[in-house]
């Protein structure tokens, strides 16, 4: 759906918000401090973070790019918050378009106005209506925690070990089998790291968490 002010879209969000019992605090700062984004959220999984909300009703999520009008400071202060956390966590950019809703990861490599509307790693497109909203938002301010000094199954088993729900499953072991049915036969060697099957099985993992915690959870 469209919205013709960033205060409708706003007021849309923070009642899908209230349905799915994630509690917000709006936030009027522009005489506090410059940049601090519109608004705090708190989920049903004990964690928090900030959000940024902009609308733009012309673009589509069939554009390849867009270019996100962000006020001087905002897109500093969501920098520096991911960067005073460590990059373990990330603020969000919420971004109304005409026919979809685009969800912005501001990780600390996050350095350009203009996104690629394609990059799952920073931009997830979904609808306001998606069930899964509330397990997007959760997961999506935590970067995944690839480190290139561990091996794949070491990264691997930190994966696990962050999400509590995929130790609810099974163990590590067998959840390790399940991601190797999912990744399909090119899972390489385990006792390296190999940083562009992280990347190209990073989506894969997101999907399969939104599942794993849509069936915990709700």
Not at 183 to 195: L, Y
Request: charged fraction near 25%; hydrophobic fraction near 35%.
């Amino acid at each position: 759906m469209t919205y013709q002010t960033e205060k409708d879209f706003a007021r849309a969000l923070t009642a899908k918000f209230k349905r799915l019992n994630i509690d917000y605090q709006k936030i009027e700062s522009h005489g506090t401090a410059n940049g601090i984004p519109d608004m705090f959220v708190q989920n049903l999984f004990g964690d928090d973070t900030w959000i940024e909300l902009k609308n733009c009703p012309k673009v589509s999520v069939f554009n390849h790019s867009m270019k996100i009008p962000y006020r001087p400071g905002q897109m500093s202060w969501l920098h520096e918050y991911t960067i005073r956390h460590y990059t373990y966590k990330c603020g969000l950019t919420l971004i109304s378009l005409l026919d979809g809703l685009a969800i912005v990861r501001n990780t600390a490599d996050l350095n350009s106005t203009e996104i690629n509307l394609g990059d799952r790693e920073h931009v997830w497109l979904t609808d306001l209506k998606e069930e899964s909203l509330k397990e997007i938002i959760y997961y999506w301010s935590r970067p995944m925690p690839f480190n290139d000094n561990y091996t794949i199954r070491a990264n691997l088993r930190m994966f696990y070990d962050k999400y509590d729900c995929v130790n609810f499953i099974s163990d590590f072991d067998s959840w390790l089998t399940d991601i190797e049915l999912l990744t399909g036969p090119e899972f390489p060697d385990q006792s390296v790291f190999d940083g562009g099957f992280c990347k190209r099985i990073e989506q894969d993992l997101y999907i399969w968490l939104i599942d794993q915690l849509r069936a915990v959870y709700n």
